[in-house]
Nanobody
């Protein structure tokens, strides 16, 4: 069993940066692939970025490639999402997720955090 807690969301202006954190607990947390998804009001949850257990493989959605960076520190059981050059269309609730295998589909992940709100004003 893995528990996930996100933090770091907030209200920022266009062009600003934010860093989200996802703290994982559970014996196997450091061996799991982890990912970020987001959901804007009235829209489906969408993939943002994923990272394998070692941090050696990453995937990004085209919409965030070059602006967002996913990373993890297994000594702290924590995953990060550095978000730069934020746009109003990045406004959403951001969720972290974890499971055994790296993937970009939400159905790939069985463990989810409660979400953290990111709002980018124009």
């Amino acid at each position: 069993q893995v528990q996930l807690v996100e933090s770091g969301g907030g209200l920022v202006q266009t062009g600003s940066s934010l860093r989200l954190s996802c703290a994982a607990s559970g014996r196997t947390a450091s061996s799991y692939a982890m990912a970020w998804f987001r959901q804007a009001p009235g829209k489906d949850r969408e993939f943002v970025a994923a990272i394998n257990w070692s941090g050696g493989r990453t995937n990004y959605a085209d919409s965030v490639k070059g602006r967002f960076t996913i990373s993890r520190d297994n000594t702290k059981n924590t995953m990060y999402l550095q978000m730069d050059s934020l746009k109003p269309e990045d406004t959403a609730v951001y969720y972290c997720s974890a499971d055994q295998f790296l993937g970009s589909s939400s159905s790939n992940y069985n463990y989810w955090g409660q979400g953290t709100q990111v709002t980018v004003s124009s």
